[in-house]
């Protein structure tokens, strides 16, 4: 197992050309200068060091004591405390003087380290490619949120549900992907929906739909169809009859509507975004 990376340091005149220098040419480093007199610094220290333990490696805080490091100091130019500077390859490439806010302290930051969305996504990949759909859908679902709902990723967790035979949870996630956004890869889970919709249908879901068509008002009709829907894996529209039905009787046929509502949430899991929206919708009914 590989050790955790170093968030943070103290800097020597022994070890400066270690973190300084070297350490910038495998990932950033954030250099703080500061002094133990000096207010501002104390404001901003707490602010880097809790970036760095939340990126966890993904750059190095080097903390330079102006006062003891003055030779250091100097040969970074600086002038005023506290002082950031990003060192990169060797060289400083960013930076600032005073004590910044949080939120653009992250956006200096943000240039130059690796998304928070990146490695949740690329562990998703690795599990798509073992064909592990079920155990990538929560990261892509993490990545898909700290990403602001980049589309690219809500492919991925379409193709997943489409793996998974989850017809209905792919269709929903497409649906929300904006024209400029719509691919070859869009097309192609697009197609890939409309061939399951087709083979899954079965004689029996066929009978029932024609049933349910020419006696809309006939709720036993439409338990069986929300069932049979169930059963060929179209969550969605189980889960919409079987509301309807819910809003006419809410214990129609000795409760088992709201039984079998309440099993197929059950199953799709607590974090299903199907399973978030229906026992939403079944809240809203009830109370």
């Given at each position: 197992m590989n050790s955790p990376l170093l968030t943070a340091v103290d800097i020597t005149i022994d070890n400066a050309q270690q973190y300084l220098i070297d350490?910038?040419?495998?990932?950033?480093?954030?250099?703080?200068?500061?002094?133990?007199?000096?207010?501002?610094?104390?404001?901003?220290?707490?602010?880097?060091?809790?970036?760095?333990?939340?990126?966890?490696?993904?750059?190095?805080?080097?903390?330079?004591?102006?006062?003891?490091?003055?030779?250091?100091?100097s040969q970074f130019g600086v002038r005023s405390l506290p002082t950031v500077m990003v060192m990169k390859d060797g060289q400083p490439v960013d930076g600032f003087a005073g004590a910044l806010p949080e939120v653009q302290v992250r956006d200096l930051l943000?240039?130059?380290?690796p998304k928070p969305w990146e490695a949740p996504l690329q562990q998703a990949k690795d599990l798509i490619a073992q064909a592990q759909y079920s155990e990538a859908l929560p990261l892509l679902r993490q990545a898909y949120e700290q990403s602001n709902n980049l589309a690219a990723i809500g492919?991925?967790?379409?193709?997943?549900?489409?793996?998974?035979?989850?017809?209905?949870?792919?269709?929903?996630?497409?649906?929300?992907i904006k024209m400029v956004d719509q691919d070859s890869f869009y097309e192609q889970l697009i197609a890939q929906v409309a061939l399951k919709k087709q083979a899954a249908k079965t004689p029996e879901l066929s009978a029932l739909e024609a049933a349910h068509a020419a006696a809309p008002e006939d709720l036993q009709v439409r338990l069986q169809l929300a069932l049979q829907y169930?059963?060929?894996?179209?969550?969605?529209?189980?889960?919409?009859?079987?509301?309807?039905?819910?809003?006419?009787?809410?214990?129609?046929?000795?409760?088992?509507?709201?039984?079998s509502f309440n099993?197929?949430?059950a199953s799709l899991g607590k974090a299903d975004p199907l399973a978030i929206e229906f026992q939403r919708k079944l809240f809203t009914l009830l109370y």
């Open positions: 350490e910038s040419f495998n990932r950033p480093v954030v250099i703080d200068f500061w002094a133990e007199w000096c207010g501002p610094c104390k404001n901003l220290m707490p602010i880097l060091e809790k970036l760095a333990t939340e990126y966890a490696g993904a750059f190095l805080l080097a903390k330079v004591n102006a006062d003891d490091q003055q030779m250091i100091s943000a240039k130059y380290l492919l991925l967790i379409a193709q997943c549900h489409l793996e998974l035979n989850r017809i209905d949870n792919a269709e929903a996630i497409l649906s929300t169930h059963q060929e894996a179209e969550h969605r529209l189980a889960l919409e009859h079987l509301l309807a039905i819910l809003r006419k009787d809410r214990q129609f046929a000795e409760g088992e509507a709201r039984q099993a197929i949430l």
